[in-house]
């Protein structure tokens, strides 16, 4: 294999490097996770890091919602957000909402609690009423709106028989769709005065540990499901949403050359087709961690993700998770080390970004890029004279394959900075030991959490019941006590 890896290396900085005068692809198409924008009262995305996010290439961005101790959605809670929302619109970045089960009171026992099998509930009813305040309050700044975050996402092995444990951020597909449409009907006349969009949540799509997933068998479900019937009938349209939410974590610990995203977004849109949607995705995550690839290969693997999923007609936006490592919690998906300082993936943003077609953003300002080394004049072409480093490092990754995205454990050394994303109880990932049929090696388990930060742990050397089957670690999340994650 090795002598095929290097040609293979070749071929993906080859459109690397020509990513930049690829012209015609949107600006608003390159976005970026920012993390958990409001920490325990603390406005953490700020003007400074919204500046700091523009001068590494993003032109949008992805912020998480968050109730953050209160109770509702009142005005000193959407006052947190009005700070976050105009810092990042002044620094020319153009905002995605996302609100995820962190937007609303209650924990997955509430979200699942569905005996009559109707997909309704108090929770998805508290829900969609919050909905309506923020998407009111931000009517002229918000003009999309992603709804929940990895709804097929479980780490309870016995999630199909006991949902309301099923761990991570799982709804029932039945549930989701309920959901889908009621934030949808409450928010119809605002929607359209003022042309905003949705998008469902985000899917979570996956090779990891040898077990693939397209996330089609949940997706499925939701189409299956009667309320698309009413809504047609009713409102004039079958599905609530304008962009299809798809997150894709392939070829971990590996260089890519973007094939099998295709293979991933084909079969989704393969689905949606045969279910009469033509929504375009949003893929609002995808990454790589430099905890199980170098910065010479997440480089190399955000500009090949830009540039294969920019060919794609169905291709809405892209929004690369993350900005910042949060060592903390023991991610490293991000562009910038954990301080801030720019990684060679910046470089690689800035290039794949640069030939965009919108106006040039304001000046991110001199402070924005105090951190950088610089992109430098090789800013265009980031991973030239280093596709030979990239190629070996990425064959002397761990012997295990690499790491994974994952939820902090509780009761960490230290709280992670501000700046790094919420160390929250609830995260979904864990490491996994023993059992019948357990099998050698390291595992994902995967979380987008509510309360900021999607978050995937290291799992090097774990022994696993399953790809995704796992002990909760802590008992203090939304999921109850004696929750192990």
Not at 18 to 37: D, E, F, K, M
Not at 70 to 90: H, N, R
Not at 270 to 295: K, R
Not at 339 to 356: D, L, N, Q, T
């Amino acid at each position: 294999m090795r002598s095929v890896v290097p040609l293979l290396a070749l071929a993906v900085a080859t459109l690397a490097s020509s990513a930049a005068a690829t012209p015609g692809v949107p600006c608003r198409y390159y976005g970026i996770n920012a993390g958990a924008p409001v920490w325990n009262g603390t406005i953490v995305v700020d003007t400074f890091f919204a500046q700091q996010m523009a001068a590494s290439g993003a032109y949008a961005v992805r912020i998480d919602f968050l109730l953050d101790g209160a109770s509702q959605w009142d005005g000193a809670a959407l006052g947190k957000y009005d700070a976050v929302v105009d810092a990042v619109i002044a620094a020319g970045l153009e905002p995605l909402g996302m609100m995820n089960y962190g937007a609303a009171v209650g924990g997955q026992a509430q979200w699942n609690d569905d005996p009559d099998q109707d997909g309704s509930n108090d929770y998805v009813v508290s829900f969609a009423t919050g909905s309506q305040a923020v998407i009111e309050h931000f009517a002229d700044r918000i003009k999309r709106w992603e709804i929940w975050n990895e709804p097929s996402c479980w780490s309870n092995p016995n999630w199909a028989t006991d949902p309301q444990n099923a761990g991570c951020s799982y709804l029932l597909p039945r549930v989701f769709a309920k959901l889908m449409a009621e934030v949808y009907v409450r928010n119809e006349a605002v929607l359209k005065a003022h042309q905003i969009s949705l998008v469902s949540g985000g899917l979570f799509a996956h090779d990891i540990g040898g077990s693939l997933t397209t996330a089609t068998d949940y997706m499925s479900e939701v189409y299956a499901q009667g309320v698309w019937d009413w809504m047609q009938a009713n409102k004039q349209r079958r599905y609530a949403w304008d962009y299809l939410g798809y997150h894709i974590y392939v070829e971990q610990g590996a260089l890519t050359d973007g094939t099998k995203l295709a293979v991933y977004a084909d079969d989704m849109r393969q689905l949606a087709t045969q279910n009469n949607d033509p929504a375009p995705f949003s893929l609002t995550e995808i990454g790589w961690t430099t905890a199980a690839v170098s910065e010479h290969v997440q480089a190399v693997n955000l500009e090949t993700t830009y540039v294969t999923l920019a060919a794609r007609a169905d291709v809405d936006q892209v929004f690369w998770f993350s900005f910042r490592d949060a060592p903390g919690a023991d991610l490293y998906f991000g562009i910038r080390d954990g301080i801030g300082a720019p990684k060679e993936a910046v470089e690689a943003m800035i290039a794949v970004s640069a030939g965009c077609m919108t106006p040039v953003k304001p000046d991110a300002g001199k402070d924005a890029t105090s951190l950088e080394t610089g992109p430098g004049e090789d800013a265009q072409n980031p991973v030239d004279g280093a596709v030979e480093d990239a190629t070996n490092e990425a064959d002397q990754s761990a012997p295990d394959g690499g790491s994974a995205k994952d939820g902090a454990a509780s009761g960490g050394d230290a709280a992670p900075p501000v700046f790094a994303g919420r160390a929250d109880d609830s995260g979904c990932a864990c490491r996994m030991r023993g059992g019948p049929g357990e099998v050698s090696g390291w595992w994902w388990g995967v979380i987008a959490l509510g309360m900021g930060m999607w978050r995937l742990r290291t799992l090097f050397g774990a022994r696993a019941l399953g790809p995704r089957a796992c002990r909760r670690a802590s008992g203090n999340g939304p999921l109850g006590p004696g929750a192990r994650w």
